[in-house]
Structure formats: structure tokens, C-alpha cells
T-cell receptor, first 114, second 107 residues
Framework: DTGVSQDPRHKITKRGQNVTFRCDPI?????LYWYRQTLGQGPEFLTY????????KSRLLSDRFSAERPKGSFSTLEIQRTEQGDSAMYLC????????????FGAGSRLTVL | KNEVEQSPQNLTAQEGEFITINCSYS?????LHWLQQHPGGGIVSLFM???GKKKHGRLIATINIQEKHSSLHITASHPRDSAVYIC?????????FGKGTRLSVIA
């Protein structure tokens, strides 16, 4: 296992379209996190899963955003009816255990909404 | 107000200089992370600490829980250390990140 993989790395879409990002965590990691990062800012928490259960969602995660981790392995983050303000880097990270452990980040998926 | 404040925001140093990046936070935490982010987005975890001091190679991280303050030190800095260094804290919920310190080390 070579780490956390994210796909696609870059996505350019038109406003109003739906986009989906995928994250494959390190296989033995049971926690998976989604963060969003805009230019010049630190990452902002969106949501996280422990196994297949979505345990917390940030208020940043509007109704247009949905995340799943159906089998407790890979996760998807879907954004419906994209807006220009959704343009950002979407980062996935995973960790083992209680969340007090070190996070391993993926390289991110950069979204540009035109 | 961000719960995690880093200083300085930007730092330029000459190769070989000793570098200190500071992080202050306003909440009670169970752990503090220092992360490194290179251009293109990849984030690497450098340290996770809840007390005292940790050292890895030329990097040293310290934390003072009472003062709610942590520092990241880089000894004998090198141009390859150029990156954004991010402090993140964990209270009861997933990590809260600072905005990062952009470090440029010039040869």
C-alpha cells in the first residue's frame, strides 16, 4: 500500500454540473477525513468516517455536498450543482484508531468551477 | 478569530539559518500536529505531540500546554525545507488547522 490515493487530481467543470471525488485510504486505516483548502488558507474540516459510519459533518458541508464510505474502505465526495465558490483543493486523509493518531494525507483533488 | 494562530505568515531565510515557527491556540487540546505542505498540495505529517518535545533529524517540535503554544524549529535550514508549515490542533473534534507559515530558504 503506497498511501492515500485521490482521483481525479484535477477537475475543471462548469457551474451547475455535478462532480465526484474518490479517496482510497491506507487499507488498515479505519478513519477517513475530507478537508477543503482554498488558496492561502489552512485545510477546513468537512466530514469524517469511522469505518462506514459518517460520524461528523461540518456546517461547511451544505446540502449540495454528500460523502459516502459504503464498505468502510474507499470514500466518495460528491458536489451537486457546483458553484464558483466550490473551487478549492479537496483533501482526503486517513488514520488508524481513535483519531489521536498521525494522519496520512492524499495529494488532493483540485476543483475549478468556471 | 481562528482558533489556531501561526506566526510568522511568511518567512525567508538564508541556507543554514535556524528557523522558528510559532503556533498559538485558544482551546484545550488533546494533541497538536505539525504538517508540511509542498507546492502542488501534498501534506506530510511531521509531528504529533501532546507534551514536551520531539525531534526528527533537523526538525524539533515543542509544546507548552499551559501557555497553549507550540514551536517548530528547523536547524541548518536548506532550500529543500521550503514549504508551507501548518499547525493543527485536536480538541474533541477533528483537526482545526492554522493558515500556515510559508517558508522560503534561499541558497
Amino acid at each position: 500500500d503506497t498511501g492515500v490515493s485521490q482521483d481525479p487530481r484535477h477537475k475543471i467543470t462548469k457551474r451547475g454540473q455535478n462532480v465526484t471525488f474518490r479517496c482510497d485510504p491506507i487499507s488498515e486505516h479505519n478513519r477517513l477525513y475530507w478537508y477543503r483548502q482554498t488558496l492561502g488558507q489552512g485545510p477546513e474540516f468537512l466530514t469524517y468516517f469511522q469505518n462506514e459510519a459518517q460520524l461528523e459533518k461540518s456546517r461547511l458541508l451544505s446540502d449540495r455536498f454528500s460523502a459516502e464510505r459504503p464498505k468502510g474502505s474507499f470514500s466518495t465526495l460528491e458536489i451537486q450543482r457546483t458553484e464558483q465558490g466550490d473551487s478549492a483543493m479537496y483533501l482526503c486523509a486517513s488514520s488508524r484508531g481513535s483519531g489521536a493518531n498521525v494522519l496520512t494525507f492524499g495529494a488532493g483533488s483540485r476543483l475549478t468551477v468556471l | 478569530k481562528n482558533e489556531v494562530e501561526q506566526s510568522p505568515q511568511n518567512l525567508t531565510a538564508q541556507e543554514g539559518e535556524f528557523i522558528t515557527i510559532n503556533c498559538s491556540y485558544s482551546v484545550g487540546i488533546s494533541a497538536l500536529h505539525w504538517l508540511q505542505q509542498h507546492p502542488g498540495g501534498g501534506i506530510v505529517s511531521l509531528f504529533m505531540l501532546s507534551s514536551g518535545k520531539k525531534k526528527h533529524g533537523r526538525l524539533i517540535a515543542t509544546i507548552n500546554i499551559q501557555e497553549k503554544h507550540s514551536s517548530l524549529h528547523i536547524t541548518a535550514s536548506h532550500p529543500r525545507d521550503s514549504a508551507v508549515y501548518i499547525c493543527a490542533v485536536k480538541e474533541n473534534t477533528p483537526l482545526v488547522f492554522g493558515k500556515g507559515t510559508r517558508l522560503s530558504v534561499i541558497a
